[in-house]
């Protein structure tokens, strides 16, 4: 078993570090392939993230990022539950209203309209087999943001349903 860990979504995914866990006796291919690869990141930001770890701050950073998307999470569900099955509630930084493809694409259509972009399941998924939905997304916006987002949406899927 490997693990793999990254600092991708916390300290942005620019900055390419993470951390792998493996058997001893995969170690020695790992490195083998990283060094034909040329996939080494920078010592700097290495020694950077080794400090933030040491010192907590990567931790506390990482807490206060949970707080915040718990309570994005309860406003999403405060808004969007009644409309539909929600999923991912509490998983990260979207949540997904699962709906009737058509009526998620009638509502991505309308919020658009109105300012807000809320992409449905069939845009972020491989296949076209997939049931329907909005994926409710609040990593990269304020909470003002979101609560007029939330607001656009439940409009237009009140409008959908009458």
Not at 2 to 7: D, E, H
Not at 79 to 93: D, T, V
Not at 112 to 119: I, N, S
Request: charged share 30%; net charge negative; glycine share 10%.
């Amino acid at each position: 078993m490997v693990y793999l860990g990254t600092v991708a979504k916390t300290l942005g995914s620019g900055i390419r570090l993470g951390w792998l866990v493996a058997p001893a006796e995969l170690v020695e291919r790992i490195t083998a392939h990283r060094e034909s690869i040329g996939d080494f990141p920078s010592v700097p930001l290495q020694r950077a993230l080794l400090s933030l770890l040491r010192d907590g701050e990567w931790d506390r950073a990482v807490r206060t990022a949970r707080r915040r998307y718990r309570e994005r999470d309860r406003s999403v569900e405060n808004a969007l539950s009644r409309f539909g099955e929600l999923r991912g509630l509490g998983a990260g930084m979207h949540t997904t209203l699962m709906l009737d493809a058509s009526v998620a694409e009638a509502v991505a259509s309308e919020a658009l309209r109105q300012g807000v972009e809320v992409p449905t399941v069939e845009e972020s998924a491989r296949t076209h087999t997939t049931p329907g939905g909005l994926v409710i997304g609040y990593g990269r916006v304020d909470a003002a943001d979101l609560e007029y987002a939330l607001e656009v949406i439940r409009d237009c899927l009140e409008d959908h349903a009458r």
